[in-house]
Structure formats: C-alpha cells, structure tokens
C-alpha cells in the first residue's frame, strides 16, 4: 500500500499537502477515458443511468479489488442498457473499465468468483465490508513504523480475530435479512416453532384454558428464502391487531399457517381464517349465515323433535324436562336473536333484504365473499383472521365494518392497506419487517409516531456507539505495539467485544411511481350530455346523466355496490353504448384503463418483460425494463414470472403495461386492492404529477382526499356532482348507517316479541296436552277402584260355595 494510498483512506492529510494531485488521480481512475468506453459500449444509456454509474466508479474505485467486485457493483444496472448482450459480455467490459481504472490491478481480473445477482445489491453490505477494508489499511499503516517495541502479537492476533469473526457474522446477518423480494405461495413455504415442553403437557392433558395465543421462536421460509426468524407473535385476547407491511414480505402466508395449524396455538381456541367464497347453492343468504352456528342449529332440530311429538298426542312426562333443557340453552345462547343479528350483519355489508332471501348460487363471486365475511363475524371465533377485508366493499359498507368491529369481543388479527380502517379498528399494530415482528400498542397514525421516533432514537444510540467505538478503535491502533501500554490495550478489545450489538437503522426502499407525460390537447376533452343506460328498457341503470371532465381534472366515482360505477366508467371510455344520450371524446384522447379484472386476467407463466413484450411488440427489452422500473418492478424480479409475484406486485405490472401506450386519460377502476399503504401513498402522489385527466372509482379513503378534486356519487338511477366532498358524502353515509341500524334493532326487538308469543303458545299446548292425560288417569282410578269391590265379592262366593253354601247375588 502507498504511501499516498494510507493518506486517501485516512483522510487526515490532503494530497495538495503531499504535492502529488496529478499523480495521484492518474492512479487511482481515469474517468474519462471509463466514461468513453461506457458510451460506446451501451448507446443507449441515459443520462441519469450514465450518472449512477459514474457516481459508482468514481466514489468505489479505491474498493474494487477485482473485475468481479465491480460487476457485482455495476452489472445489473448495465443489464438494463444491454440489448443482446449477455452475462459474460458485461462481465468482460468489466475487466475492461477495471483495466482502464487500475492497470497495476490487470492480473487480478479474473480472480474474482463469478456471482449472479439473485437480489439487489445493498449499499449497507458493502459499507460495512468498506469499513474492514479500511481498518486493515489502517493496520498496514500504523504497522509499518517501527517504535521499537514488543508485545505479544498472538494474543492480539487472537483478539483481533474473534472481533472480526463476530463483525462477519453481523455483515452477514444483515445480508439474509434483506433478501426479501418476490411472493410467497403457501404450497411452498414452511415454517419451524419451538415450543415449550411445559406448555406442551399441559395442552395434552387439557389444562391449558388460557385464551391470550403465545407464538414464539419460529420461522417461516419460502423455499431458500426466509421469511420470519426467531419471530414471536403475542395476540391478547379482546384485542384487536393489525398486521401490516411491505407487499410480498408474508402477511397472508402467516396468517394462512396459522389458520392450517402450522404454527401451534392451542387447541381449545377456534379459528376462522376468511379466504374462500361461500359456494353458491340453493341456501338462502340469511339462512346460510345462521347455518355458521350448529350449537344453535341443534338445540332447534331437537325442539322440532319434541314439539312433534308433543302435537302427535305423546304422553311421555321426559318430554316437558327435555323441552324445559332445550329452551334453557337456546336462552342462554340468545337464539331467539340470532335471525335479527344475521340479518344486521348482511344488511351492514350490502345485502337488502331480498337480496337476503335470495339463494347463494344467485350472487357473484365478489357478493359470496362478502357473504363469507358475514359467516365468520356471525359465528364469533376466538381468534378471527381477516385479509384484505375492504376489497370488496364500498365506503358505506366499509364504514359499517370498522363500527361494528370496534366492539368485536374476542381477538381479532386484520391484514389491510387501508389507512383509515386502520386507525379505525385495531387496539395494536404488528409490523413486519427484516424477518421479525415487533409490536406497537394503538392504531396507525400511534404506530407511525411511534415508530418514527424509535428509529430515531435508535440512530443516535448507534451513531454515538460507533463514535465510542472509534475511539477506542484508535487508542488501539496507536498502542498496540507498545509494551508499556498492552494490558490497556486488551483491555480494550475485550471491552468492544462486550458492547451491546447496536445497527444502523434500516431505511425501506421509497417507492416510487411515475406516470408518462401526457400529450395536451385542447378543450371540450370529453362529454356526456343526457346520457341513459340500461341492459333491457325494464332495468335501467341511470337515466339523464350530464358529466365532463378535462385533462387537470381529478374525479373520484362513489357508490353502493351494483350502482353502476364501472358501467359509467365503460361508457365514457366507449365500451358500451349509451341506450340514450351523446358521448364526445376529443379525435386524439387516449385512455389507459386499469381494473382487478385486468389484473387477474394476467398470463401468469410469462415473465414481467415476456408480458409487456405480448403487448406491445418489437421494443427494445430496456424500455420494457425502464417502464416496469417505473413501477418498482426492477432488478431479477422483472424477469419472475407473475405468478411469482404478490398481489400488489402484479397490480404494478399491470399499470406498467397500461403505461406502454401513453395515455393521456386515466381511468383507475380500485386500483388500490392488493397494494400496500406505502405504494397506496406513491400512487396518490404519481396521480397528483400527472399531466392528464383522471377518473378514479375507489373505496380507499385516504386516497380520495389525497387526489380528488371533483366527487360523482353514483345511486338511485342517476350520477350527481356532490357539493362539500368526501366529507359531506361521509356525513350522509353515516346517517343512513344510523338509521338503518335503529330499524335493525326495533326488528330484532319486533321478532324477539314474536318469538316469546310462540313458546309462550308451545307451554300452552303442553300443558293442555299433560291436562287430558290427566283427567283419563283420574278416570281411571274409579274404574280400578269399582273392579276391586267386584273382586271382592266373588272371592266371598267362592269361599261360600267351596264350605256347600248357596249365597244368592242380588
């Protein structure tokens, strides 16, 4: 190592102060001639990608001890720039620029293992890694003066090592724990729990009655990939937890283990995991949701049994103490409200009450969900799991749930993106992230606080231990070799070894979304004059609608499910006719459309780049890379296929492929089910830079406050702009969810009424019934009581006759 090469690492002395600046930069990189050769090579490269590279080899060129170094540096990012270039092509440029950067370095160019990149390359690892460089070079420095003293080397070899051994070991811990790209699949993860032998007993024996749920010590992986690690969950029973996170980290693989009892809980507690949709059948709704309940389903079928025997005239007493227990649970139970509670629940989600009395085979798919929904909060399990349970609801009925769930009696666990239903309904928040969970008491907005300032706090605590630890660091490199000064410098060591294992705060990922410039056009850019549709002239959808909109305009379509948003959506994009009216569109106004139904319809066995390369044919794969890197589809993950993908994952291709043909009018049918709250909060802001005009129907509310600048409510046949906004459409939902629950509960108290009158009526039988039997018994008696006086008196007259007596009978 140079002389001069100590001073640059060390950054104590300038290289003006050594007089050799020309030199020294001709020995360390030649930029521009790296710089030319780059060009040449990738024509295609952009100005930002040119930058990052030379950002890269001009602050890394001390670093690369090979051309491996650099391409696991540089690689990926010319990838993208690569045509039909392949691995080993970009590998042997490599050794070119290092060539170019360090001609002392040509006969280590090939020394480096060849690596492929399986995730992104993480600037923190090679921070860290940079650090042990620069303390060998250190050592190599203060090694080279010659004080003239000795010490034992061994000992402090030995020391050395063992502080090293345990930085390698965190270098790579922090490397694992960022691998955590891509989806996860159920049928292909598994999971790992340490239990305790304690507990363990006690669950076989039964004793275990606790309702708190305690999950400790266990992994979850995915393949060669780890999800969780050393993790525990601690779920309090009547307590309500939201479970929130990065798309793809593992939220509905976790609670998908523990509903299928991977991960052990204990067995007397009941779990509900809402996932499928209820098969459609000639049940009808209201009675499939009371179906949910079998303790009260058999105490009915066995009062059916006794009240019919009871009409058939039988006198059996048992049936009175049978018919006394039978009622007795079902009060207990309160099954005389269960019809009025089931009937509250599907009403709050949506269902009318024909719609209640229609059969499940009747609904789609996305109504039987709903209905599924109903079942697990009628049945009340002890730890109820709900994913994404906002997908399928509109504002009114999303604003329902987070009432009705704010008194859920017993433990609840909630996946969701939804900002405000997470303010709303958890009592905790568990975060996942860097493969464990830690745990935060209150709601969203207390968690990010929270959060925020532990981080914080964490940072100081880890920049102040590094600044101690430098100190010390350097107290030891000054005295390591003087023999006046080595018990204080063991001393030393073995104190850094015993400071408590402090890291840098772990900054996610921003993400990022962008939206192509759009072209401008001049107004009128589109309109709908008196506009009706309906799918037969008997069901009429809306009648007489007048909307317009312009490229800065910002719309936000609101509206009880099957009110027509998307039927609207259709129409102004000319999917379907108007049954009556005029629609203009400006010649040159293209749409780009997003919907679930977009996203679904995927073709799942090709790649990210494969899909856009479908769609849109005979473009340079590097534009179809940059555009999925619009998106935050980058790295190895565009070339996954998008089964692969998480659900958020795949809505982010699909606006990627919605993208490729520069429209300059979006409209966004949900766009926000399966991302998550920090894509959500990218998506607002991508739509607020947007040059073009955006019509939006979404049930997120955060997002709507965000963008919306013009509300359309759709409902009772006809579309309306609301004056007042979000919040006055809020305020109307609201009271009608109020009255609605007031005539809820004087039915319930209605039916409760009439259920008393019919018991009330079987007691009446009943006893009728025993009366009869009754006066025939009495009836009876004196017909017993006449025979015996017969008897009697034969048995005289036998005893008369047997002594030659004649008694004459009168």
């Known amino acids: 190592m140079s002389f001069i090469t100590v001073i640059q690492v060390r950054n104590t002395i300038s290289f003006a102060d050594v007089g050799h600046t020309a030199s020294a930069r001709i020995a360390f990189c030649n930029m521009a001639g790296c710089g030319e050769y780059i060009k040449s090579e990738f024509p295609l490269i952009d100005d930002d990608l040119y930058l990052y590279v030379e950002g890269i080899l001009t602050n890394g060129a001390d670093d690369f001890e090979d ?62 890694n940079l650090e042990n460089n620069i303390e060998d070079i250190k050592s190599i420095w203060v ?55 304690k507990e363990a007993k006690m669950e076989d024996k039964g004793n275990n009655r606790a309702q708190d749920i305690r999950i400790e010590n266990f992994d979850v992986a995915y393949g060669n990939r780890v999800l969780l690690t050393a993790a525990d969950i601690t779920l309090v029973y009547g307590r309500r937890y939201g479970l929130v996170g990065r798309n793809g980290l593992g939220k509905t693989t976790l609670l998908r283990m523990i509903s299928s009892g991977q991960l052990r809980i204990p067995s007397h507690i009941s ?36 009240s019919v025997s009871i009409n058939n005239g039988c006198t059996d007493p048992k049936l009175s103490s049978q018919l006394t227990e039978v009622y007795a649970q079902l009060q207990n139970i309160e099954a005389d409200k269960a019809p009025a509670r089931a009937s509250i629940i599907l009403n709050g989600l949506g269902f009318s009450s024909e719609m209640q009395q229609c059969r499940t085979k009747e609904f789609s798919g996305g109504w039987r969900m709903r209905l599924a929904l109903a079942r697990a909060l009628f049945s009340r399990p ?38 405000n239903f997470l303010d709303a309904v958890p009592t905790d928040i568990l975060n996942l992230h860097s493969q464990r969970i830690d745990a935060y008491r209150g709601n969203y907005e207390n968690f990010e606080k929270t959060r925020t300032e532990k981080l914080r706090n964490q940072q100081r605590e880890f920049e102040a231990q590094q600044q101690h630890r430098a100190h010390v660091q350097e107290f030891i490199d000054r005295f390591r070799y003087n023999a006046n000064r080595a018990s204080s410098v063991q001393s030393k060591i073995k104190m850094l070894e015993k400071l408590p294992e402090l890291k840098a705060t772990e900054k996610e990922v921003e993400v990022v979304l962008k939206f192509p410039e759009a072209e401008a056009l001049s107004p009128p850019i589109l309109q709908i004059n008196e506009v009706s549709f309906g799918y037969s002239s008997d069901r009429m959808i809306f009648s007489n609608v007048n909307l317009g909109a312009t490229l800065e305009s910002r719309i936000c379509i609101v509206g009880d499910n099957g009110t027509g948003k998307t039927t609207l959506l259709k129409i102004i994009m000319g999917i379907l006719t108007p049954t009556k009216g005029i629609r203009h ?84 049918d949900e766009p926000t089910n399966h991302l998550d709250i920090e894509t959500i909060e990218a998506l607002g802001k991508a739509i607020n830079k947007y040059t073009g005009g955006v019509i939006l129907v979404s049930h997120d ?19 309306r702009s609301i004056d007042g906004g979000f919040d006055e459409y809020r305020r109307v939902a609201q009271a009608y969810l109020n009255q609605k629950r007031l005539d809820a509960e004087a039915k319930q108290l209605h039916h409760s009424a009439t259920n008393f009158a019919k018991q009330t009526q079987q007691w009446v039988n009943l006893v009728e019934s025993f009366s009869g039997a009754l006066k025939e018994i009495g009836d009876a008696e004196n017909w017993a009581c006449s025979i015996e006086g017969d008897m009697r008196t034969i048995t005289s007259a036998l005893e008369h006759a047997y002594k030659g007596e004649l008694l004459v009978f009168s």
């Open 585 to 668: 569109v400006h010649r040159n106004l293209k749409f780009g459309y997003f919907s679930q139904h977009h996203v679904d319809q995927l073709d799942m066995n090709a790649s990210c780049v494969e899909l856009l390369q479908s769609s849109y044919p005979g473009k340079p794969v590097e534009e179809y890379r940059r555009q999925l890197g619009s998106f935050g589809i980058t790295g190895d993950m565009a070339l996954q296929t998008v089964a692969s993908l998480s659900g958020g994952q795949k809505s982010r291709v699909a606006f990627a492929r919605m993208c490729m043909g520069n429209p300059n009018f979006l409209v966004l």
């Open 382 to 419: 002890d730890l109820l799991l709900l994913d994404e349970p906002t997908n399928m609801l509109d504002i009114k009925a999303i604003i329902w749930l987070e009432n009705y769930l704010q008194n859920w009696p017993t433990t609840l666990l909630v996946v969701s993106h939804d900002r």
């Open 701 to 719: 509310e955060r997002l709507i406050r965000v963008v919306c600048k013009e509300l359309w409510v759709c409902g009772n046949g006809c579309v």
């Open 271 to 306: 779990v509900l995991h809402v996932e499928q949709e209820v098969v459609g059948d000639d049940t009808p709704a209201l009675e499939s949701v009371l179906q949910c309940d079998t303790v009260r389903e058999e105490l009915l079928r066995k009062e059916r049994e006794i």
């Open 143 to 197: 090694m080279s003066r010659d004080d003239g003293l000795k010490v034992d080397a061994k000992k402090l070899e030995k020391a050395e090592a063992k502080l090293q051994q345990k930085q390698e070991k965190r270098n790579h811990d922090s490397a694992n724990s960022r691998n955590t790209v891509g989806a996860v699949r159920l049928e292909s993860a598994t999971a790992s729990q340490v239990t305790s032998k």
């Open 67 to 128: 051309s491996g170094e650099l391409y696991d540096a540089i690689g990926e990012v010319l990838h993208e720039v690569a045509e039909d270039k392949s691995e080993r092509d970009i590998r042997n440029i490599c050794d070119e620029l290092l060539r170019i950067m360090k001609p002392e370095k040509a006969d280590l160019l090939h020394t480096g293992s060849a690596k492929v990149l399986n995730a992104p390359v993480h600037l923190a690892t090679m921070a860290a």
